[in-house]
């Protein structure tokens, strides 16, 4: 690589990178179908030159073009770049404020793993947790705006927002409804 400038590979992987912000190694090295070795040595170029950065998340380090996120934006990517995250944090957008019971039976995986996905998600301050009598109820945490959520995966997630596109139109039309309820109560 001749000083700034990126050729072959390693702009291919940046290219990746941008279109497909959070993915991981594994699933860049899958979709460029290259080897290992050749992404790994192409990542850490391209890490130390500044043109991307990564964050852990578990078991998997997450690459992501330098400038194009703040940092809980990345927070959030990561945890849509994983299908069961992404299905959670999907129902309760859905669904506004479902119990842990609620959400295993949608998303139909052991409630041991809902539990633990669900903590990594409060954790990362991405769910609110509050009790109601004997259960725990989860909602988007109020930092973050759904419509952004939705936004992301608009852009980054076409297949998974056109799966999901209809039913979130519904859950914002219903949303917006009950405000204008609201409002009209008020008054």
């Not at 964050?55 to 990345?74: A, C, S, V």
């Not at 404020?97 to 990362?124: G, K």
């Not at 989860?138 to 997630?157: E, G």
């Amino acid at each position: 690589m001749a000083g700034d400038e990126l050729e072959g590979t390693a702009n291919m992987i940046l290219e990746t990178i941008r279109q497909n912000p959070g993915w991981h190694l594994r699933k860049i090295k899958h979709h460029m179908k290259i080897s290992m070795g050749t992404v790994q040595y192409h990542l850490d170029r391209l890490e130390k030159m500044g043109k991307i950065s990564s964050t852990r998340n578990g078991l998997y380090r997450h690459y992501f073009p330098i400038g194009m996120f703040k940092e809980n934006e990345q927070q959030i990517i990561k945890f849509l770049t994983q299908e069961t995250p992404r299905e959670i944090i999907m129902f309760i957008m859905e669904d506004q404020n479902p119990s842990q019971t609620e959400i295993v039976s949608r998303i139909n995986i052991s409630s041991a793993s809902i539990s633990w996905h669900i903590r990594r998600l409060v954790a990362a301050r991405l769910l609110q947790e509050s009790k109601d009598g004997k259960f725990k109820r989860y909602r988007i945490h109020p930092d973050i705006n759904s419509l952004y959520i939705a936004k992301l995966l608009q852009n980054y997630y076409p297949h998974t927002w056109n799966k999901w596109s209809s039913r979130l139109a519904e859950m914002f039309l219903a949303m917006s409804e009950s405000k204008d309820n609201k409002g009209k109560e008020q008054n």
